[in-house]
């Protein structure tokens, strides 16, 4: 089993910044790609990015040029530096972490959510 727990969210004014964190723990093995979503009242839910454990990154065009996406593989850890924040990107973010395990079938764990909420 692995855990994902999620922190760094926030009230901020547009054009702000904040940096989500995200860390595994438990059975990491095995850990490939971890990123993040986020869903918001009224809005489709959307894979803002993605991270391999190579470092190859992927970004909605939504946040392109705003957001990066890191990862620390030693912590197990991702994070998402938010730039230029916008209203719109007001949403309850959720961090995921798929895991291929020795012989048993591929899983995708989630984090708990962490609200960001981007109002003057």
């Known amino acids: 089993q692995v855990q994902l727990v999620e922190s760094g969210g926030g009230l901020v004014q547009p054009g702000g910044s904040l940096r989500l964190s995200c860390a595994a723990s438990?059975?990491?093995?095995?850990?490939?790609?971890m990123g993040w979503y986020r869903q918001a009242p009224g809005r489709q839910r959307e894979l803002v990015a993605h991270i391999s454990s190579s470092g190859n990154t992927s970004y909605a065009d939504s946040v392109k040029g705003r957001f990066t996406i890191s990862r620390d593989n030693a912590n197990n850890t991702v994070y998402l530096q938010m730039n230029s924040l916008k209203p719109e990107d007001t949403a309850t973010y959720y961090c995921?972490?798929?895991?291929?395990?020795?012989?048993?079938?591929?899983?995708?764990?989630w984090g708990q959510g962490t609200q960001v909420t981007v109002s003057s």
């Open positions: 438990g059975s990491i093995f095995s850990i490939s790609t």
């Open positions: 995921y972490a798929n895991q291929n395990g020795p012989s048993g079938p591929p899983r995708t764990y």
